[in-house]
């Protein structure tokens, strides 16, 4: 009999990556989907999925809807992907990111464990929790020091899966993943402003290209490759929480060298900083340490950051070049 499993933020980058991953190993598959004015599904369409996932009407907020999701997908593993996960957004709206990152996440646990108590659950945890880092590499060990209110809901979040853990033996762990990236990733995330940015410039829509802080530095990896670390962690014989990473850091200016060069053009000649976008806490460095999920789940990024952004890059210009926006 196959497993089935839910994923909420399903029409998101990683449960579009998620859903793909499960299906191919033979899962039921349901996605929680909050209703919007507008589709949001098409990340599931591009990968060729959305025919085979069954999306449930529902929100982190609202415990009911949570219940019935629970009900009906009758979840073996249940994967909380959702949440309002721009940085960014967080400082102009952190009551609702607090509400939807943080309390959603205990929401979905308290509903797992009088719904589903034999499910296994997955929390989304992010590299945003070290913020103001205490050490490099960060690890599984490393201090937290959030720097956003998206940072300090993630932290009530992985603190209340390990509260639940402890508290009702519920295997439930969090996956603190750092920055993944792919042609998937929303507008707003400056990865894929930069390629998008690219592509405006290179097909004559734009001529220029307005940043923040060049000189912040991340451990970027492809998406599709952290999704595969995600499903590891809940086959585990306890559940454990595990730092997901390339172990490399990269610059913002560097990134757009490298996604400038694709395109044949000089970053240096379109891209602008605009203290707009320069936030009240930065976070200068993250690189993380995934030598633990490397050595217990036999995990391994697959996905080289060049060829990422390459592969980000030749998405974005097939776009403009089709006249199709995302």
């Not at 490393?142 to 899966?161: I, M, N």
């Not at 290209?209 to 086959?235: C, I, K, P, S, T």
């Not at 400038?260 to 707009?276: H, M, Q, S």
Request: aromatic share 10%.
């Amino acid at each position: 009999m196959s497993k089935s499993a839910l994923i909420t933020g399903i029409s998101g980058q990683d449960g579009a990556y998620l859903s793909r991953l499960l299906l191919e190993k033979g899962y039921e598959v349901y996605g929680l989907l909050a209703r919007r004015a507008t589709a949001t599904t098409w990340r599931l369409e591009e990968l060729g999925v959305l025919e085979s996932v069954r999306l449930l009407e529902g929100d982190l907020t609202d415990f009911s809807s949570l219940i019935s999701a629970l009900k009906e997908s009758r979840a073996d593993e249940v994967y909380n992907l959702a949440a309002q996960s721009f940085v960014g957004t967080s400082w102009r709206q952190p009551l609702l990111t607090g509400q939807v990152t943080g309390l959603g996440a205990v929401n979905l646990l308290e509903a797992t464990r009088l719904e589903r108590p034999e499910a296994r659950f997955y929390q989304a945890s992010t590299s945003e929790l070290f913020g103001r880092v205490h050490e490099t590499p960060q690890r599984e060990t490393t201090p937290f020091h959030p720097r956003s209110p998206y940072g300090v809901s993630k932290l009530y979040a992985h603190w209340s899966v390990i509260n639940f853990r402890e508290s009702y033996d519920m295997y439930c762990c969090s996956g603190i993943l750092f920055n993944h990236e792919s042609p998937l990733r929303g507008l707003e995330f400056v990865t894929r402003k930069i390629t998008d940015g690219v592509a405006r410039i290179k097909t004559g829509k734009s001529d220029r290209l307005l940043l923040g802080n060049l000189d912040a530095r991340r451990d970027w990896g492809f998406a599709g490759d952290y999704v595969e670390a995600m499903w590891a962690m809940l086959q585990q014989d306890s559940p454990v929480d595990y730092v997901v990473a390339t172990g490399r850091t990269t610059s913002v200016g560097d990134f757009c060298k490298l996604a400038f060069d694709c395109a044949g053009l000089n970053w240096k000649d379109y891209v602008e900083t605009d203290p707009a976008f320069l936030r009240p806490a930065e976070v200068e460095l993250l690189c993380g340490d995934p030598s633990k999920a490397q050595k217990e789940l036999g995990w391994e990024p697959k996905v080289k950051l060049e060829e990422l952004v390459a592969m980000m890059v030749e998405a974005d210009l097939a776009r403009h070049r089709s006249k199709v926006s995302a």
